[in-house]
T-cell receptor, first 112, second 110 residues
């Protein structure tokens, strides 16, 4: 069964910490995405990557960066965590554009 | 106005009922997705469609491109169908990007 695995289900970090959220897919998909989900706002795209070392900003990239050194792994980095980054973070992948998406289970991040 | 509107926002049904969730969009699209999210859980892709109708078990999804409208139907609903159902579209102008509706919270009571 194909999978997108996010390294942590729940995470609590302190304000100002550098935070790494990891996502790994085993489907050899070209595209990978990071979203955050907040009540009343729905899902919003932070960054996506269409190839190794390639990335594009989504709708809300401020305060975040990403890394894709290997095809199967896409990391989201919070350079200096702030309380307004408390959210559910979801990773997704797709084999190519306009194909179906596979989502991870999500990481619920709390910044205190 | 959101590009993707879902209705209703909340829906409560009795086990066995036929359920319909609607999605309207205002942009040209290349594909529409129906997603399911259980409480506290990740998201599962149910359907991707660009025309016509698809069926998987008790779930049916339809799309009318001319009317910019899609429906998700659940036949013989069951409490395990309780979840948030999310409509999302790939806009024609930027095919990498999914635009999401706010979701419909479905509760099926036994």
């Amino acid at each position: 069964d194909v999978k997108v695995t996010q390294s942590s289900r729940y995470l609590v970090k302190r304000t100002g910490e550098k935070v790494f959220l990891e996502c790994v897919q085993d489907m050899d998909h070209e595209n990978m995405f990071w979203y955050r989900q907040d009540p009343g706002l729905g899902l919003r795209l932070i960054y996506f990557s269409y190839d190794v070392k390639m990335k594009e900003k989504g709708d809300i990239p401020e305060g975040y960066s990403v890394s894709r050194e290997k095809k199967e792994r896409f990391s989201l980095i919070l350079e200096s965590a702030s309380t307004n980054q408390t959210s559910m973070y979801l990773c997704a992948s797709s084999p190519r554009f306009n194909y179906g998406y596979t989502f991870g289970s999500g990481t619920r991040l709390t910044v205190v | 106005k959101n590009e993707v509107e879902q209705s209703p926002q909340n829906l409560t049904a009795q086990e066995g009922e036929f359920i319909t969730i609607n999605c309207s969009y205002s942009v040209g699209i290349s594909a529409l997705h129906w997603l399911q999210q259980h409480p506290g859980g990740g998201i599962v892709s149910l359907f991707m469609l660009s025309s016509g109708k698809k069926k998987h078990g008790r779930l049916i999804a339809t799309i009318n491109i001319q009317e910019k409208h899609s429906s998700l139907h659940i036949t013989a609903s069951h409490p395990r169908d309780s979840a948030v159902y999310i409509c999302a579209v790939n806009s024609g102008g930027s095919n990498y990007k999914l635009t999401f509706g706010k979701g419909t919270l479905l509760t099926v009571n036994p």
